[in-house]
């Protein structure tokens, strides 16, 4: 009992002084409003000489008040409402069970009631799915504490697209984009015990309607009248697969008297010495009220005191924070961000909370008349900073699919691979959360396209309003990331208008009309969003200039497609140089996984309607061969086609990149088309479905190092150049020689050279005449780093064939795979069917030189190792 009885005293004496704390702690705010502190090194920037004496009793109260558990939350209560869904057709099918988030593909796939659109050429078996009506429908509890509260708000974030909400039989109201978020108050209306339905109207009946109100056809299709993801009415690399459904969570907030509704962390000025900053704090208060704000930033508290009226009303509060650390890219320093964590207090309790990690970091979009026309490049932290990367498409068709795990993984593959930037495009959707976060967190550049792409789109009121508030949320939501480098308004609409024929055969009345609409959206509604919502630069399209247009070369970013859709030979990019390359691509054949999977057999086949059905552009198949024939002897049987139809890809995108790298400064970025896959496909992407690297993934891997060697043939002269993207100027020697397939060294030079900083210069030139071009090879180092140049092409090599030797070591993680051969192995590529990662592939193996290969699986043996080179290719 005694023991008891002092444990009880003590609770009571600690709540005690904690109550009696807080209220001395609040009542010290009230005399003590500090406007601007640096915790960073512990020191007080600013303090009102009246205040001085209540300085050492303030901070005092300040870790009494942390130290103290017994702080009440009285925070708004979340519930995410993702149990107990079914689905079922509005006039067809029994309920079943359903997942949200999901869509009903997915939901019918789960049933078995459609195959697979994937695999084979089901893709055309299920395209009656996307012209019905669904609906789907839950029960759900609120307990009594949430349904005492004075606010009850149901939140959806993500209804695709046309959706009819039933709550207890009332109609809560009608959806119409997929990239809003949608709240409805349900105080009145909410119960113990609630059912929840949602009605989808296909797309199809809407778009027909609204098509048939505009006074004239707008350019492309009727995909353009609803906002959800353009590319799932099909693609030149995706299916079409119209998807409906609840594809993001859904959940209840409840709350009584205050929240925030936003908090946007602005820079007013940013340098080594000071970050000042001002947060802007948007809160809902139902009365005038006086609160404290405590913002933490890392292991440090700020204090405010803030008087609130009532209403939704924005808030600022100025931060100080001395010897900030900035935000860099991964490859050019250190991608720090700051921790903040917001809480609000009022009556001696916590009523809402928030954390946002910041990179403190000033991006500018640099465009300035120069001597050749405008420059376009980016500038971090005062820092001219080379874009290398790719351009972003969904992961999936089916985007509940997509998990943190994938999310992870890509974008490790980006780091790992030297990107610094990928441009997320403007026909697929505004990505989740986690996946800002992450380029956040590793260092990468994220060019934000708004999601509209290859069209011209209405401009009535009513779509006018709803662009309006997507692009509101949108850009609200993604105003704290130090990865958004760029907001651009649309994927090539103003590129289609120019020179796609869009024009022909309109009255000029018709013509204006159309393009005032564009103008409404892009050059006004955007823009004016964009700033004031963040502290991003906008662009409008992208493309600037098509390549129609002879200022594509020297103004603004280009998508050169003379490449690919004009069969174009690869040399072209190194003669028609832009001063930023947003978008350039060329296909290939996926992996022998994805190509098995396709086809659902263990056989490469590459004739089979499965195959057919994945190759979406109607060129595609003979533009590859074409490209082949040029620059590689075509093999006959399919397994080495797929093979060589990678490094044909690989070859013609490196070329790009390394031409456009050695034009710094005069070119500042290459963004290749495209990094990913969102179904298994014959596509432009560097990483397949599955997530397999194909050739040009390895090969940019190299090509975007830091420090890179780089080679070309001009008039039968050899000129080699060493790019350096770090801002360090470096030192070493350039050693060069020439041998050839046997090992043996022809030529060698080498001479001692500084590289300066942020630079791309030629350091060596020599003729080509007393070369035998077919039989020898340019090896070029340069501190540790090496690069190959071939005189020649793959076709007119004369590779000798001889025998690869090879050692398998058991490790932690999988295998060691030591490689070595008499002779120069080309492009040797390793597979085996167990699931894993090389960490270098598709590779030239020197002559008499050993190489070690780590391979990361699961697997327990790697029996069914094999090998493929260009020297065994007939």
């Known amino acids: 009992m005694r023991k008891t009885f002092s444990k009880m005293s003590f609770q009571v004496i600690l709540s005690f002084f904690s109550k009696l704390y807080r209220e001395l702690f609040i009542k010290l705010n009230y005399l003590f409003s500090i406007q601007i502190l640096k915790f960073h090194t512990l020191k007080l920037t600013r303090i009102d000489s009246n205040l001085k004496k209540y300085h050492l009793l303030y901070y005092l109260s300040i870790i009494v008040f942390y130290s103290c558990s017994t702080i009440e939350k009285d925070t708004p209560i979340k519930t995410t409402l993702t149990n107990n869904w079914q689905f079922k057709g509005v006039d067809t099918l029994d309920w079943k069970s359903a997942s949200v988030p999901g869509n009903i593909f997915t939901d019918l796939l789960d049933h078995k009631i459609i195959e697979d659109p994937f695999i084979k050429n089901n893709e055309e078996k299920v395209q009656w799915v996307s012209g019905k009506n669904w609906e789907y429908k839950t029960t759900f509890q609120l307990s009594d504490k949430i349904l005492k509260k004075n606010n009850i708000a149901l939140n959806f974030e993500g209804l695709d697209t046309y959706a009819s909400i039933y709550l207890n039989d009332s109609l809560l109201g009608q959806t119409n984009n997929a990239f809003r978020k949608f709240n409805f108050n349900i105080k009145k209306i909410a119960k113990k015990e609630n059912q929840l339905r949602v009605i989808f109207t ?59 509704e936003n908090i946007f962390i602005k820079q007013k000025e940013l340098n080594k010495e000071k970050a000042t900053l001002s947060v802007e ?5 139902a009365t005038d009220k006086n609160v404290n704000l405590f913002t933490k930033i890392n292991r440090e508290v700020i204090s405010s005191n803030l008087t609130l009226k009532k209403g939704k009303h924005t808030y600022k509060v100025p931060i100080e924070i001395i010897n900030p650390t900035l935000w860099w890219t991964h490859n050019l320093g250190d991608p720090y961000l700051y921790h903040f964590n917001f809480q ?73 691979s030297n990107m610094n930037m990928l441009r997320v495009w403007g026909g697929g959707i505004y990505e989740n959360d986690v996946f800002y976060d992450l380029c956040d967190e590793k260092g990468i550049l994220i060019w934000q396209d708004f999601m509209f792409a290859c069209a011209m789109y209405p401009g009535d009121i009513a779509f006018l309003e709803n662009v309006k508030e997507e692009a509101k949320q949108q850009v609200k939501r993604l105003q704290n990331h130090a990865s958004i480098a760029l907001w651009c308004g649309n994927n090539e609409n103003l590129e289609g208008w120019k020179r796609w024929g869009w024009q022909a055969n309109r009255k000029e009345k018709e013509k204006q009309e159309i393009w005032n609409d564009y103008l409404i959206v892009f050059d006004t509604i955007l823009p004016n969003i964009v700033a004031k919502f963040s502290e991003t ?37 190194e003669e028609k140089v832009p001063r930023f390359m947003s978008e350039f691509g060329f296909q290939s054949f996926p992996s022998f996984e994805t190509l098995k999977y396709i086809n659902q057999s263990d056989a490469i086949d590459l004739k089979t309607d499965g195959i057919k059905s994945h190759q979406k552009h109607i060129r595609g198949f003979q533009l590859i061969n074409e490209y082949m024939t040029r620059d590689y002897n075509v093999p006959t049987n399919d397994e080495d086609y797929a093979y060589v139809s990678q490094l044909l890809q690989a070859k013609g995108i490196v070329m790009g990149i390394e031409a456009h790298r050695r034009a710094k400064p005069t070119n500042m970025g290459t963004l290749y088309w495209q990094l990913n896959d969102c179904w298994p496909a014959i596509s432009w992407s560097s990483i397949d479905y599955f997530g397999n690297w194909k050739a040009l993934q390895y090969k940019t891997k190299n090509a975007f190092e830091n420090v890179l060697i780089s080679s070309k043939i001009e008039n039968n002269a050899v000129k080699t150049f060493v790019i350096n993207d770090t801002f360090e100027n470096i030192t070493g020697t350039l050693k060069l020689k020439i041998i050839d397939f046997y090992g043996k060294e022809i030529w060698s030079d080498a001479k001692e050279i500084e590289v300066l900083g942020n630079s791309s210069k030629q350091y060596y030139n020599f003729s080509l005449n007393e070369i035998n071009k077919n039989t020898t090879v340019l090896v070029a180092e340069f501190n540790n780093e090496k690069s ?87």
């Open 202 to 260: 296909n797309t199809a009946s809407k778009e027909e309607i609204a098509a048939h109100k505009n006074p004239y056809k707008l350019p492309e299709g009727e995909r353009i009248f609803t906002r959800k993801a353009q590319f799932q009415y099909g693609w030149d690399w995706g299916p079409k697969l119209n998807t409906s459904g609840i594809w993001k969570d859904i959940y209840i907030n409840a709350w009584d008297d205050l929240k925030f």
């Open 281 to 285: 704090i948007t809160i809902e208060s």
């Open 344 to 416: 609000l207090i009022a009556d001696g309790k916590i009523k809402d909370e928030k954390s946002i990690k910041k990179g403190l970091r000033i991006i500018k979009l640099i465009t300035e008349k120069d001597t050749i026309g405008e420059s376009f490049y980016f500038e971090l932290n005062g820092k001219p900073v080379y874009a290398k990367g790719a351009n972003y498409i969904p992961q999936n068709s089916f985007q509940n699919k997509v998990n943190d795990n994938h999310y992870e993984k890509l974008l490790s593959d980006v780091v790992n």
């Open 537 to 573: 630069d906008y662009w409008e399209s992208s493309p600037k200039y098509g390549r129609g247009n002879p200022k594509y070369e020297f103004e603004g970013d280009a998508h050169d497609w003379w490449v690919w859709h004009d069969a174009t030979p690869f040399e072209h990019f």
């Open 788 to 874: 190959y140049f071939y005189f020649a092409k793959p076709k007119d090599l004369n590779l000798p064939k001889d025998e690869i030797l090879k050692s398998i070591t058991k490790t932690d993680k999988g295998f060691f795979i030591t490689l070595e051969s008499t002779v120069l192995q080309k492009d040797l590529f390793l597979f085996t069917n167990d699931k894993g990662h090389f960490s270098d592939n598709f590779f030239d193996l020197l002559p008499n030189e050993r190489k070690i290969i780590e391979f990361e699986t699961n697997a327990n043996s790697l029996d069914n190792l094999q090998f493929k080179t260009l020297n065994t290719i007939e």
